[in-house]
């Protein structure tokens, strides 16, 4: 079965950039989403469709995906961004989540 | 205003059943796919299910298939999941999602429910 793969926890400091990754085979041939979740609320839809902003979602916030790969960056990163971020890839009418990130925002 | 607001999640003993219910508003219901996704207690994100606009074609995740039935109420804005023959790993937080338009399966969730907590203990 398909799998996608994330590192636990991601460290920045405030002002800098925060680069989150997800891997899987042939990742960059899928459509790939991202959300955010905050301790005891719900997901949050950041980035669908490996790249697209949903209304409301702040511009720092950015994505790619190619190769194996799929990458979401927070320029300029501020505390409120610290979240948990999970990726998610669609996959012959199965949605694949990866395990999730902590970004911690020193 | 996107509102899903889920319902039903209570403890339960191992290989008893319990449905879930999501009452949407604010969006053409029957115009959007739904879906259901799971997480476990200090754990990520697991997909359950997915049901079409028309309620045509469904989708489950292995864990689940055979096991757990979703399904969907047009006139009423609601959607269901019947969950039976419940195991202790089904125990989870269950959030009800929109997914993306045209009412079919895109995998597209925005937004979440708030959820309903399962537990499946003796």
């Known amino acids: 079965s398909y799998e996608v793969t994330q590192s636990p926890s991601v460290s920045v400091s405030p002002g800098q950039t925060a680069t989150i990754t997800c891997s899987g085979d042939r990742l960059g041939e899928k459509h790939v989403c991202w959300y955010q979740q905050k301790p005891g609320q719900s997901p949050m839809l950041v980035i669908y469709?490996?790249?697209k902003r949903p209304s409301g979602i702040p511009e720092r916030f950015s994505g790619s995906n190619s190769g194996n790969t799929a990458t979401l960056t927070i320029s300029g990163t501020q505390s409120m961004d610290e979240a948990a971020y999970y990726c998610?890839?669609?996959?012959?009418?199965?949605?694949?989540f990866g395990g999730g990130t902590n970004l911690i925002v020193l | 205003e996107v509102q899903l607001l889920e319902s039903g999640g209570n403890l339960v003993l191992p290989g008893g059943s319990l449905r879930l219910s999501c009452a949407a508003s604010?969006?053409?219901?029957?115009?959007?796919?739904m879906t259901w996704v799971r997480q476990a207690p200090g754990k990520g994100l697991e997909w359950v299910s997915t049901?079409?606009?028309?309620?045509?074609?469904?989708y489950y995740a292995d864990s689940v298939k055979g096991r757990f039935t979703i399904s969907r109420d047009n006139s009423d804005n609601t959607l269901y999941l019947q969950m039976d023959s419940l195991r202790g790993d089904d125990t989870a937080i269950y959030y009800c999602?929109?997914?993306?338009?045209?009412?079919?399966?895109?995998?597209?969730?925005?937004?979440w429910g708030q959820g309903t907590l399962v537990t499946v203990s003796s």
């Open positions: 999602a929109k997914d993306g338009p045209g009412g079919g399966f895109l995998g597209r969730f925005d937004p």
């Open positions: 049901i079409t606009g028309s309620a045509f074609s469904t």
């Open positions: 604010g969006f053409t219901f029957s115009s959007y796919a």
């Open positions: 998610q890839a669609w996959v012959s009418n199965n949605v694949i």
């Open positions: 469709q490996d790249n």
